[in-house]
Nanobody
């Protein structure tokens, strides 16, 4: 069982940056993939970033165009999502996903644990 706690969300102006953090506990952190998803009101949850267990490989959907960067610190059991050049359409609740079996084009079902979510609001 993996427990996840996100932090770092908030209100930011368009063009600004935010860094989300997700602290994990439970199973050995370096043994599973991690990911970030988001869900905007009235929309389905969508994948935004994935990272391999050791952190050497990352994956992003094409629509992000390099604006987001996922990283992990296995010594601190923490995964990060650096979000730059934020747009109003990035407004959503962002969820950390852990205990993952894949990081390349994953589905939500590929992750066994989820955080409570953190709100990101981008004002235009």
């Amino acid at each position: 069982q993996v427990q996840l706690v996100e932090s770092g969300g908030g209100l930011v102006q368009a063009g600004g940056s935010l860094r989300l953090s997700c602290a994990a506990s439970g199973r050995t952190f370096s043994s599973y993939a991690m990911g970030w998803f988001r869900q905007a009101p009235g929309k389905e949850r969508e994948f935004v970033a994935g990272i391999s267990p050791i952190g050497y490989s990352t994956y992003y959907p094409d629509f992000l165009k390099g604006r987001f960067t996922i990283s992990r610190d296995n010594a601190k059991n923490t995964v990060f999502l650096q979000m730059d050049s934020l747009k109003s359409e990035d407004t959503a609740v962002y969820y950390c996903a852990g205990d993952g079996s894949r990081w390349f084009a994953p589905r939500a079902a590929d992750f066994g644990s989820w955080g409570q979510g953190t709100q990101v609001t981008v004002s235009s």
